[in-house]
């Protein structure tokens, strides 16, 4: 990796913040406020449902089967396809045929997702033998009967992805990424209601029927807006542009089901492993995914608009390249943090989110290890987004595609090994799999990511940050991790919320007075 001038990497990231801070500002509110009450929403299922039991394990294991339909044709998949079309035509003042191709798209869309949730409800029994294949007996009847309830509203959630991408290029960020706040109060409001007493398979069943209201009050919060936005009256037509985001949509459902499948492979081989694997690794999920949210999908969905209106200007290959090596040291001075805050304090923030009722110490000390397994690609995961979405912004959707299958191989192969072979060699409990998984998985992302950075470098320019810049932030990152570790295991005994309140504050104060003080621009020194 060449390393660019001090200045220019100031100068490119204060560029990139004046470019980006509105936008990527709102969508990190939105999804911060709908995280937080995320957050709550897990805390609460931890209370009434713990980590070791059945009822647990089927619930998150149903629940990730049909958000394969949501995540396969939602934000992913509209957001390389559909937005750069409706956005390019916008930009070129093609208003009209904008709005007519939205509304086909919508169209399409809502049937492909009928059909699709229609053969998933039918399918269920065999779909959680291919998922699964690990549970038996009330287990499987469980996950089968929750498949069959979730199934309708994972596809009301492809359509609320639809009122997203509108939303997005018209710059109405926060609405649609606070929009799951409806879905989880849904959520956290059929525990309350129904949790006390209640045998834990009847109150996951309850709990699937929470979600799917969920699913529907969060396409009702949009709605009304994206709609108008969209032009209203329903007329649809086989367009230019229309055509051109069904062919861009077939790649990037490809490539973003390369990345869902990795996902599920995970879930395949956790079900293999003892009771308490498949929560547990969605627990992790849960936690990882927040910096990758707030990081990488407020900045990649933000810039997303503008790359695809630079790629139709003068001088758009440095534009774009600008745009980018910005975005990506943003990402990069709030994931290297995330990443050691995973490995030196994962246990910390497993039992400050999660430790509560039937979810216990060791339960979070088991979240840490998984967490600290994820860790190790965390940082390239959240930047390959922003550059897929660089190549989506720039018309190609086929090279994004290539390298995520290419990731799913390798994460597939060294994720077995490394979950199933690995614990039995090294005579290690079999449960300690998962974190096997999420690691290989890490190595995978890597692998990925410098394929993505050398096709995009080769097209525009270096879109990286430079070594000594980078070798900062993971110099900062360890000091704080190492004083925030002190702090803990200087602290008496306490209970994990105030734990947490008092060192994670800490970890995160010293990261940023250690960034200042090596002269990094994103932590405010001028």
């Not at 991408?165 to 109405?172: I, K, S, Y």
């Not at 936690?287 to 139709?312: E, K, N, Q, R």
């Not at 900062?472 to 734990?499: C, D, E, T």
Request: one cysteine or more.
């Amino acid at each position: 990796m060449s390393e660019a001038p001090q200045g220019g990497i100031v100068a490119t990231a204060r560029r990139g913040l004046g470019l980006v801070r509105s936008p990527a500002a709102a969508v990190a509110a939105g999804i911060f406020g709908s995280r937080i009450v995320g957050l709550l929403r897990v805390r609460a299922f931890s209370y009434f449902f713990g980590l070791q039991s059945d009822a647990a394990d089927a619930f998150n294991a149903a629940f990730r089967i049909p958000n394969l339909l949501q995540n396969l044709f939602g934000e992913g998949a509209l957001s390389g396809s559909f937005i750069p079309v409706y956005s390019g035509l916008r930009a070129r003042g093609r208003t009209e045929e904008a709005a007519q191709a939205a509304r086909t798209i919508f169209a399409l869309l809502a049937l492909a997702v009928a059909v699709l949730s229609l053969a998933g409800v039918l399918a269920a029994p065999w779909v959680i033998d291919a998922l699964a294949p690990g549970f038996q007996g009330a287990k499987r009847e469980l996950t089968t009967e929750l498949v069959r309830i979730l199934f309708p509203g994972a596809g009301l959630l492809v359509l609320s992805s639809w009122c997203l991408g509108v939303l997005n290029v018209h710059g109405r960020f926060l609405l649609s990424y606070a929009a799951p706040i409806a879905w989880n109060i849904a959520m956290i409001g059929t525990l309350l209601v129904f949790g006390w007493g209640r045998p834990l398979p009847e109150l996951a069943v309850y709990l699937a029927w929470g979600s799917v209201i969920g699913s529907l009050a969060q396409v009702a919060v949009q709605w009304r807006q994206a709609w108008r936005l969209s032009a209203g009256g329903l007329r649809l037509a086989m367009s230019d542009p229309v055509r051109e985001a069904v062919r861009n949509f077939g790649p990037v459902v490809a490539s973003r089901g390369a990345v869902q499948l990795t996902a599920y492979i995970d879930t395949v081989i956790a079900s293999l492993l003892p009771t308490g694997a498949v929560t547990g690794l969605t627990n992790t999920q849960l936690l990882y995914t927040l910096p990758v949210s707030l990081f990488g999908i407020s900045i990649s969905s933000a810039a997303l608009p503008s790359i695809s209106a630079d790629a139709h200007q003068e001088d758009a290959h440095e534009k774009v390249r600008s745009r980018v090596a910005a975005n990506a040291a943003r990402i990069a001075y709030f994931t290297v943090p995330s990443a050691v805050s995973f490995l030196a304090l994962g246990d910390v923030l497993a039992a400050t989110l999660l430790q509560t009722g039937r979810f216990t110490a060791a339960d979070s000390r088991y979240v840490w290890g998984i967490l600290a397994g994820a860790a190790v690609g965390l940082v390239a995961s959240t930047t390959s987004r922003l550059y897929g979405v660089a190549h989506y912004g720039l018309g190609d959707t086929k090279t994004p595609m290539r390298f995520t299958i290419a990731r799913l191989v390798i994460a597939t192969i060294g994720g077995y090994v490394a979950a199933v072979w690995l614990p039995p060699l090294l005579h290690v409990d079999l449960k300690w799999g998962a974190a096997g998984l999420t690691a290989s998985a890490g190595v995978a992302g890597w692998i990925e990511l410098a394929l993505l950075r050398h096709s995009l470098t080769a097209r525009v320019g270096n879109v990286s940050a430079p070594v000594s810049y980078t070798a900062r932030l993971w110099a900062s990152a360890l000091v704080a991790g190492a004083i925030g570790r002190g702090a803990y295991v200087a602290l008496p005994p306490l209970h994990p919320v105030l734990a947490g309140a008092i060192v994670l504050p800490i970890f995160g104060a010293m990261y940023l007075g250690v960034t200042r003080a090596a002269g990094i621009p994103l932590a405010g020194r001028q």
